[in-house]
């Protein structure tokens, strides 16, 4: 076993090496192609019933709205039952056909089985679910008061797409269904306080990397946004408490100058690609070269993580490089929307 692994050793890079300089052309080129016939053939989402998670506020919120404004049925499930009635009637008034509203929490089981029953039996099929609900958390590991508080992060994110997706895969495999899941550029990028966000999120890349081979007849869309106009950017997470909290000052140094996209923008490209097929949807698209930076240089990231984000220039945990950059540009009230500048905090 020793003598062929050290074979493999020699031979395996060489050989890839010159097998994708022969292969990645042609087959980019057969992708450009299918991109291209998905664009004129997309998916005609009149009638079509879609179950979204996490749906009663940011991406989540304007997904629903983006399906309606294409003539979809909806069914929106969340635990603020008051501000989803909210965005399930505006669903409506924007064009939706049938809308429904369920009080749910994913990281319960029962209740991911209940809505997923629910939505079918109203509706009678289940074309797309979009897994979205998610939560974050923001304290360095060290810091952290009770580590296990923190899986509560796993239960939603990771947990609450595998209970829901369990449920809806039989729907979905006799529709020919889509699953469209919310991931995240985290899922690569060592952002410091954010451990246990980061490890949900890769966790949910993998899982659905594994169910594209597991299930053909079901198309999966991985979505991997960058900074998001959201309440996650609005600077509301589990503190090293496990309290939920509203905290600004901790989101400027974490964002920092990077610019956060406009949730309208972000959600109608993950619906327009998703209709077209396509397999990996990043927005803003420019954030996909930061996986190229994390792939080929992960010193260099690691590094510009710790100058920037851990850095720091007084005795304030906040007060480190990348809030002092922020601070002293002013560059916030270009880079975020108003809507996460003051933001109001909603606990129901």
Known sequence: MDLINGFLNLVAPPFTFFTLMLFLPPFQLFKLFLSTLGSVFSEDLTGKVVLITGASSGIGEHLAYEYAKRGACLALAARRENRLREVADNAREIGAPDVIAVRADVANVDDCKRFVEQSVNHFGRLDHLVNNAGITSVSMFDDADDVTIFKAIMDVNFWGTVYTTRFAAPHLRSSGGKIIVLSSSASWLPMPRMSFYNASKAAIAQFFETLRVEMPEVHITLVTPGF???????????NRGGKLILDQ??????????????????????????ARGERYVTEPKWFRVTDFWKLFCPELVEWTYRLLFLTKVGDSSTETISKKLLDLTGAHRILYPESIQQPEFKRE
């Open 228 to 238: 998001i106009e959201s309440e996650l950017t609005q600077g509301k997470y589990l």
């Open 249 to 274: 000052e901790m989101r400027d140094v974490q964002v920092s100058l990077i610019p956060v996209q406009k949730v309208e923008d972000c959600a109608k490209a993950i619906v327009s690609r998703a």
